[in-house]
């Protein structure tokens, strides 16, 4: 078949172009990779906004629910936490001759907490566990524990998170307590679900809210609390001020501790040592009250 000189003309331009395509490709290929080292090895800012403009999005568009503005004044409370080292009054490490000093025991601190950048978190308050012994166990603590502190909180102002399993293809472990249900559905306080979730994300939601501080309640002590992506390590890990309310929590036992609860115990002792300053739950209640 015979090419027309238009043919022609239009494969030899194809031609040409096919280097000045290479070209650009190669270009595109190392502007991306050079991009990537720079945000792995030196936080790049604008990886950083950009994660933080797609929570705003999230946020604006309903995942994410913007938690309320308190108008509470800030208030104090008494903390603990167990140290081998000696501590000053701030929870750093107390020196001498420049090098921290053994002084095992238990320190006191006197916190400032702001409702404008405080959110207490309640973790999987399920009623749905595939165990009636947990649900009867846990289920004590929700209804005479969590719930009576839900509302105090409710009423001074203090936004609340309740952490959960999304309930879409899930027969358990993710039906939250019927009082907290209502409470979400009249907006009184936030939900999120692990699923899709994961540290960054939960970080940069609560910096979003203008929140700096997290009271940790929920269950358990020894499990989710601490290991989850949304629990007390990763947030510490990401710069949150983290307290523990240990007596509105609890956690899984071994089969002779369900009763004096000494996993829940010895849990509490590990993470007032180094995650976690310990709240009082009656002071917190008080400081609740004393509006």
Same mark, same amino acid.
């Given at each position: 078949?015979?090419?027309?000189?238009?043919?022609?003309?239009?494969?030899?331009?194809?031609?040409?172009?096919?280097?000045?395509?290479?070209?650009?490709?190669?270009?595109?290929?190392?502007?991306?990779?050079?991009?990537?080292?720079?945000?792995?090895?030196?936080?790049?800012?604008?990886?950083?906004?950009?994660?933080?403009?797609?929570?705003?999005?999230?946020?604006?568009?309903?995942?994410?629910?913007?938690?309320?503005?308190?108008?509470?004044?800030?208030? #104090?409370?008494?903390? !603990?936490?167990?140290?081998?080292?000696?501590?000053? +009054?701030?929870?750093?490490?107390?020196? %001498? $001759?420049?090098?921290?000093?053994?002084?095992?025991?238990?320190?006191?601190?006197?916190?400032?907490?702001?409702?404008?950048?405080?959110?207490?978190?309640?973790?999987?308050?399920?009623?749905?566990?595939?165990?009636?012994?947990?649900?009867?166990?846990?289920?004590?603590?929700?209804?005479?524990?969590?719930?009576?502190?839900?509302?105090?909180?409710?009423?001074?102002?203090?936004?609340?998170?309740?952490?959960?399993?999304?309930?879409?293809?899930?027969?358990?472990?993710?039906?939250?307590?019927?009082?907290?249900?209502?409470?979400?559905?009249?907006?009184?306080?936030?939900?999120?679900?692990?699923?899709?979730?994961?540290?960054?994300?939960?970080?940069?939601?609560?910096?979003?809210?203008?929140?700096?501080?997290?009271?940790? #309640?929920?269950?358990? !002590?020894?499990?989710?609390?601490?290991?989850?992506? +949304?629990?007390?390590?990763?947030?510490? %890990? $990401?710069?949150?001020?983290?307290?523990?309310?240990?007596?509105?929590?609890?956690?899984?036992?071994?089969?002779?501790?369900?009763?004096?609860?000494?996993?829940?115990?010895?849990?509490?002792?590990?993470?007032?040592?180094?995650?976690?300053?310990?709240?009082?739950?009656?002071?917190?209640?008080?400081?609740?009250?004393?509006?």
């Amino acid at each position: 078949m015979r090419l027309t000189e238009k043919k022609i003309t239009a494969l030899r331009q194809s031609v040409r172009a096919r280097p000045v395509r290479a070209i650009m490709l190669l270009v595109s290929l190392c502007i991306v990779f050079c991009y990537g080292v720079g945000v792995g090895f030196y936080q790049w800012p604008p990886f950083s906004v950009l994660k933080a403009g797609h929570v705003a999005i999230k946020t604006k568009l309903g995942k994410y629910q913007p938690l309320p503005k308190s108008e509470g004044a800030s208030f #104090t409370l008494s903390t !603990s936490r167990y140290s081998y080292f000696a501590l000053d +009054t701030t929870g750093s490490l107390a020196l %001498e $001759k420049s090098l921290p000093y053994r002084s095992e025991g238990m320190y006191r601190f006197v916190r400032t907490i702001d409702p404008g950048k405080t959110a207490m978190i309640v973790m999987d308050p399920w009623v749905d566990m595939a165990s009636d012994h947990a649900n009867e166990y846990y289920g004590e603590i929700l209804n005479s524990r969590i719930i009576p502190l839900v509302r105090h909180t409710l009423h001074y102002g203090l936004p609340i998170i309740v952490l959960t399993n999304n309930p879409k293809g899930r027969n358990y472990n993710s039906k939250i307590h019927p009082e907290l249900e209502l409470l979400f559905a009249n907006g009184k306080i936030s939900l999120l679900f692990h699923q899709g979730l994961d540290d960054d994300g939960f970080a940069e939601y609560l910096r979003s809210q203008g929140v700096d501080s997290l009271i940790y #309640t929920g269950f358990a !002590s020894n499990m989710c609390l601490i290991s989850r992506q +949304t629990g007390m390590i990763h947030m510490k %890990e $990401k710069g949150f001020r983290i307290f523990f309310v240990p007596e509105a929590s609890a956690a899984v036992e071994l089969a002779d501790t369900w009763h004096e609860q000494s996993i829940h115990e010895a849990s509490t002792k590990i993470i007032s040592q180094w995650i976690a300053e310990i709240i009082d739950y009656e002071e917190l209640i008080k400081a609740l009250n004393d509006r």
